[in-house]
């Protein structure tokens, strides 16, 4: 076993294949790739590397490789599984590949920004997987879990893993162009992973972007566009102290230029990853005088998680 990823590591290495869909490296990718194609558990241990590997199981693996290179398919899509703050999900080509830096924060349920003992009503804009709101359900057992999405396809990956997962009385799946859907509904926590590429951006992004949604992706020329309704609209559904954690990926820098004198905190990750700022509800009121606050950077020092892969 332990000979085979290694051949495939090297055969991914040789490609140039693009790593950033959930796996960041040659040997985690072909060790997901391979134990999926032999029917084995991620998390095997280290016992499953000494495993003898017949002929027709390594003829399924060298498939699987080649279809990784040949089609730029991420490795997600060709298992049909993520892992999001260490819950395992299905997703295809309806919704991105589950890898924000919003798990780490997840996992702290948080903290330091609010006590999560308080926390009774979470919205997740833009679900995709359902990945945030299931984790954000699992993390915050208290809670109820708003999940919106405007793709119906999203909808239909992201309710079969809230079904799969018995979550479906804490989370509740809308269709809903941003907050139109909402009503009056007001929330402690609202969390975003919205589309944030811009239009040169995109074209430029390696293949493997492709096979995810492009609506998922594109933000209008800048990058700007969902996040802009987002800061206009999101305090309207924010509690009294309610946080607002969205992230912007890459589109950090514009975003700082476009709103200077919003308070931004933005967050660094043990794991890495970044462009994820917080606001509070009263954050987003009082925009006068924020730009003192402008550009704070706070680590979030969240544990390393389990996901075999990470």
Same mark, same amino acid.
């Given at each position: 076993?332990?000979?085979?990823?290694?051949?495939?590591?090297?055969?991914?290495?040789?490609?140039?294949?693009?790593?950033?869909?959930?796996?960041?490296?040659?040997?985690?990718?072909?060790? =997901?790739?391979?134990?999926?194609?032999?029917?084995?558990?991620?998390?095997?241990?280290?016992?499953?590397?000494?495993?003898?590997?017949?002929? %027709?199981?390594?003829?399924?693996?060298?498939?699987?490789?080649?279809?990784?290179?040949?089609?730029? +398919?991420?490795?997600?899509?060709?298992?049909?599984?993520?892992?999001? =703050?260490?819950?395992?999900?299905?997703?295809?080509?309806?919704?991105?590949?589950?890898?924000?830096?919003?798990?780490?924060?997840?996992?702290? %349920?948080?903290?330091?920004?609010?006590?999560?003992?308080?926390?009774?009503?979470?919205?997740?804009?833009?679900?995709?997987?359902?990945?945030? #709101?299931?984790?954000?359900?699992?993390?915050?057992?208290?809670?109820?879990?708003?999940?919106?999405? +405007?793709?119906?396809?999203?909808?239909?990956?992201?309710?079969?893993?809230?079904? %799969?997962?018995?979550?479906?009385?804490?989370?509740?799946?809308?269709?809903?162009?941003?907050?139109?859907?909402?009503?009056?509904?007001?929330?402690?926590?609202?969390? #975003?992973?919205?589309?944030?590429?811009?239009?040169?951006?995109?074209?430029?992004?390696?293949?493997?972007?492709?096979?995810?949604?492009?609506?998922?992706?594109?933000?209008?020329?800048?990058?700007?566009?969902?996040?802009?309704?987002?800061?206009?609209?999101?305090?309207?559904?924010?509690?009294?102290?309610?946080?607002? +954690?969205?992230?912007?990926?890459?589109?950090?820098?514009?975003?700082?230029?476009?709103?200077?004198?919003?308070?931004?905190?933005?967050?660094?990750?043990?794991?890495?990853?970044?462009?994820?700022?917080?606001?509070?509800?009263?954050?987003?009121?009082? %925009?006068?005088?924020?730009?003192?606050?402008?550009?704070?950077?706070?680590?979030?020092?969240?544990?390393?998680?389990?996901?075999?892969?990470?």
């Amino acid at each position: 076993m332990r000979a085979l990823i290694a051949h495939g590591a090297a055969r991914l290495t040789r490609a140039r294949v693009f790593f950033g869909h959930g796996t960041d490296n040659a040997w985690d990718e072909a060790a =997901a790739l391979v134990l999926h194609a032999l029917r084995l558990p991620l998390r095997g241990g280290r016992a499953v590397y000494a495993r003898r590997v017949g002929v %027709r199981a390594q003829r399924s693996a060298h498939e699987l490789l080649s279809r990784r290179i040949r089609e730029r +398919i991420p490795s997600a899509y060709l298992t049909g599984i993520a892992w999001f =703050a260490g819950t395992r999900l299905r997703v295809d080509t309806r919704v991105l590949v589950p890898r924000s830096p919003l798990a780490e924060l997840i996992e702290r %349920r948080f903290a330091p920004w609010i006590d999560p003992r308080r926390v009774r009503r979470v919205l997740d804009l833009g679900t995709g997987s359902g990945c945030i #709101a299931i984790a954000c359900a699992r993390r915050l057992p208290a809670a109820r879990v708003d999940a919106l999405d +405007i793709s119906p396809a999203a909808l239909v990956v992201a309710r079969g893993n809230v079904r %799969r997962l018995r979550l479906q009385r804490r989370v509740r799946l809308l269709r809903s162009d941003h907050f139109s859907a909402l009503g009056r509904a007001s929330y402690d926590i609202i969390v #975003a992973n919205p589309p944030y590429v811009g239009s040169r951006e995109l074209e430029a992004l390696p293949p493997e972007y492709r096979h995810e949604p492009r609506l998922a992706l594109a933000a209008g020329r800048s990058g700007l566009d969902s996040v802009r309704v987002i800061l206009r609209d999101a305090a309207r559904h924010l509690r009294p102290r309610g946080l607002l +954690i969205v992230e912007v990926g890459n589109t950090e820098r514009a975003v700082r230029r476009a709103w200077p004198r919003l308070p931004f905190v933005w967050l660094e990750f043990a794991r890495g990853g970044g462009g994820v700022f917080l606001l509070t509800r009263e954050q987003l009121q009082q %925009r006068r005088g924020a730009a003192r606050f402008n550009g704070t950077a706070v680590t979030c020092r969240a544990t390393r998680s389990a996901d075999s892969l990470r």
